[in-house]
C-alpha cells in the first residue's frame, strides 16, 4: 500500500509580513547549529549557522536564536517576500562532521 | 565554482536492475556525504567520506548499497539489485575544512524504480 509521508509543519504567511520557524533538536552536547532551506526540486541550501555559545545571530533578513536551556532552535525571516517560500531544515552537528536534519517546516508565502 | 554535480538528474529503472548514481564534490573539499530523502523518512545519512576513506557507512540500508570514492573528484553509490522502495531523491554533498560548517548539496538525483 502507499506509504504515509511525514506530515511536514506548515507556515502559512502573508508577503511582507515576519516569519518564526522553530525546531527542537535532540543532543544537548551538539556545538553547532545550521538553518538550510530546501526549494522544489532542489538540494537543501545553506542559510545561517550559530554557535552553541551564542543565543543569538544575524544576517541578511534572517535572525536564528539558539535557546539551549530547552533545546530550541528558531528562525526568523523579516519582511517575508514570495522568494522564501520553501522547505526549512534545521540541523545540529558536533565535533563529528555529520549533520543531524530535522524533519523540516513547510512555509507558504501568501500574496 | 561549479558547486556540486550529481548525474543524473532523473532515472527511472525496473526493479532488479542496477542503478549508479554519480557525484563531483567542490574541489578541495575533503568531506563527501551521501543522503537519501523520503516522505516517510526525512533526510537520513547514507554514508560520509573523508579523504576518500569511508568514516561512517553505518546508514547505508542494505547490502544491496555500495559506495566508492575512489579519488577526491568523484564517488559513486550503487544499489544493485534496485527495488520499488528505493525511490527517493538522493543527494550528495561535500563540506571543506576551512569552509563554513555547512555542507554544499548538490541538486539531487530522482530515482524512481518501478
Redesign the interface.
Known amino acids: 500500500g502507499e506509504n504515509v509521508g511525514l506530515h511536514l509543519p506548515t507556515l502559512s504567511v502573508q508577503e511582507g509580513d515576519n516569519s518564526i520557524i522553530n525546531c527542537a533538536y535532540s543532543n544537548s552536547a551538539s556545538d553547532y547549529f545550521i538553518w538550510y532551506k530546501q526549494e522544489s526540486g532542489k538540494g537543501p541550501q545553506f542559510i545561517i549557522d550559530i554557535r552553541s555559545n551564542m543565543d543569538k545571530r544575524q544576517g541578511q533578513r534572517v535572525t536564528v536564536l539558539l535557546n539551549k536551556t530547552v533545546k530550541h532552535l528558531s528562525l526568523q525571516i523579516a519582511a517575508t517576500q514570495p522568494g522564501d517560500s520553501a522547505v526549512y531544515f534545521c540541523a545540529e552537528g558536533g565535533s563529528a562532521r555529520q549533520l543531524t536534519f530535522g524533519s523540516g517546516t513547510q512555509l507558504t508565502v501568501l500574496p | 565554482d561549479a558547486g ?1 554535480i550529481q548525474s543524473p538528474r532523473h532515472e527511472v529503472t525496473e526493479m532488479g536492475q542496477e542503478v549508479t548514481l554519480r557525484c563531483k564534490p567542490i574541489s578541495g573539499h575533503d ?1 563527501l ?1 551521501w543522503y537519501r530523502q ?6 537520513e ?1 547514507l554514508i ?1 567520506f ?1 579523504n576518500n576513506v569511508p568514516i ?1 557507512d553505518s546508514g547505508m540500508p542494505e547490502d544491496r548499497f555500495s559506495a566508492k570514492m575512489p579519488n577526491a573528484s568523484f564517488s559513486t553509490l550503487k544499489i544493485q539489485p534496485s527495488e520499488p522502495r528505493d525511490s527517493a531523491v538522493y ?1 550528495c ?1 561535500s ?1 571543506g575544512q576551512v569552509s ?9 538525483t530522482r530515482l524512481t524504480v518501478v
Open positions: 556540486v568531506y556525504f523520503t516522505m516517510m523518512r526525512g533526510l545519512l560520509y573523508n561512517d543527494f554533498a563540506s563554513r560548517r555547512g555542507y554544499t548539496f548538490g541538486s539531487g
